[in-house]
């Protein structure tokens, strides 16, 4: 029939454009990634010291300590880099366990803009906050 055939098509071409994005945004995680590896490894020779990395509570209920080192990338603390390399999101659902014992948080794969898709001036380029922390810290060409 004709509309199993459109149908069929339909879910063929949706099948495809959801590679496509996945591919994209892999690429994008990618490339993430690689810059912070090389920031973490451009802040260890200029002696740019990590700082500890604390977990805020959603809607600014408390803090936690985690057991991190790194440099957090956004001015209200929501988003660090790890000694590691490791891209990671700092708020979460905080317990009065976690505020007296710490939280644990887990790596995620890093964006290319930091908040994008919030409020206006919320987002960054991470290119952007790495050099905040670190000017000049990129290889030319890099």
């Not at 809607?59 to 590691?84: E, P």
């Not at 708020?91 to 995620?108: I, K, S």
Request: no cysteine; aromatic share 6%; hydrophobic share 40%.
């Amino acid at each position: 029939m004709v509309s199993d055939d459109w149908a069929a098509q339909r879910t063929e071409a949706a099948r495809v454009q959801a590679e496509r994005l996945r591919a994209r945004q892999d690429a994008e995680h990618a490339e993430a990634e690689a810059l912070l590896r090389d920031f973490v490894r451009a802040a260890a020779d200029a002696g740019l010291e990590p700082g500890p990395l604390q977990v805020q509570g959603y809607g600014g209920r408390g803090t936690a300590r985690t057991s991190l080192r790194g440099w957090y990338l956004r001015h209200d603390r929501t988003a660090a880099v790890a000694t590691d390399g490791a891209f990671y999101v700092l708020t979460a659902p905080l317990t009065l366990v976690d505020r007296v014992r710490g939280a644990r948080v887990e790596p995620q794969r890093p964006p290319l803009v930091l908040g994008a898709g919030g409020k206006d001036g919320s987002s960054i380029e991470l290119v952007a906050a790495l050099e905040r922390l670190l000017p000049g810290w990129r290889p030319v060409g890099g």
